[in-house]
T-cell receptor, first 112, second 116 residues
Framework: QKEVEQNSGPLSVPEGAIASLNCTYSDRGSQSFFWYRQYSGKSPELIMFIYSNGDKEDGRFTAQLNKASQYVSLLIRDSQPSDSATYLCAVSFQGGSEKLVFGKGMKLTVNP | DTGVSQDPRHKITKRGQNVTFRCDPISEHNRLYWYRQTLGQGPEFLTYFQNEAQLEKSRLLSDRFSAERPKGSFSTLEIQRTEQGDSAMYLC??????????????FGNGTRLTVT
């Protein structure tokens, strides 16, 4: 059973702070890693994807991947109230995005 | 890019009825996925198509569920003899196979099903 684990949260941070979201996965052969943001009642929206060990930055978002530890994280710098949402970690256990397996999500609240 | 389109947005049905949902993927995307999401959970994979071929089905997809993608364009998901446990958000997503590592999923707005 291939699994993706996220701390259930919720996570609350003040505006302007760094929010750190973590995810672990069970299959060492996993290839592709994704972070989605989901506002309440809406569908998931892709934020970042990462395939190689290390960091990948896009604006205020940084994804970090450590395949040896089977760990992927998302950092949100200068958090804004509009970042308040549920963040979903997703992992593809094959080469490509066949059958993405999602974690349960972490609810983030950014307080003004 | 008009995005992934799903219809209807909401469906309320009585237990035992059949329902059908439609998904129109992004036009150049050859892969189409169906997921189901319940409150407080992440999306769960149901099935996916590459062009018109259904390549994988989850064990979650009981024999009451059937999905089709005729001509490799839009897809339909039918649930027969609906049960209250089928109440969920049904999400469609599509992607384009450029290389095996560059095909993130783009989701539609979903169809929320309520079985009474």
């Amino acid at each position: 059973q291939k699994e993706v684990e996220q701390n259930s949260g919720p996570l609350s941070v003040p505006e302007g702070a760094i929010a750190s979201l973590n995810c672990t996965y069970s299959d060492r052969g996993s290839q592709s890693f994704f972070w989605y943001r989901q506002y309440s009642g809406k569908s998931p929206e892709l934020i970042m994807f990462i395939y190689s060990n290390g960091d990948k930055e896009d604006g205020r978002f940084t994804a970090q991947l450590n395949k040896a530890s089977q760990y992927v994280s998302l950092l949100i710098r200068d958090s804004q109230p509009s970042d308040s949402a549920t963040y979903l970690c997703a992992v593809s256990f094959q080469g490509g995005s066949e059958k993405l397996v999602f974690g349960k999500g972490m609810k983030l609240t950014v307080n003004p | 890019d008009t995005g992934v389109s799903q219809d209807p947005r909401h469906k309320i049905t009585k237990r035992g009825q059949n329902v059908t949902f439609r998904c129109d993927p992004i036009s150049e995307h050859n892969r189409l996925y169906w997921y189901r999401q319940t409150l407080g959970q992440g999306p769960e994979f149901l099935t996916y198509f590459q062009n018109e071929a259904q390549l994988e089905k989850s064990r979650l997809l009981s024999d009451r569920f059937s999905a089709e993608r005729p001509k490799g364009s839009f897809s339909t998901l039918e649930i027969q003899r609906t049960e209250q446990g089928d109440s969920a958000m049904y999400l469609c997503a599509s992607s384009r196979t450029v290389s095996s590592y560059n095909s993130p999923l783009h989701f539609g707005n979903g169809t929320r099903l309520t079985v009474t």
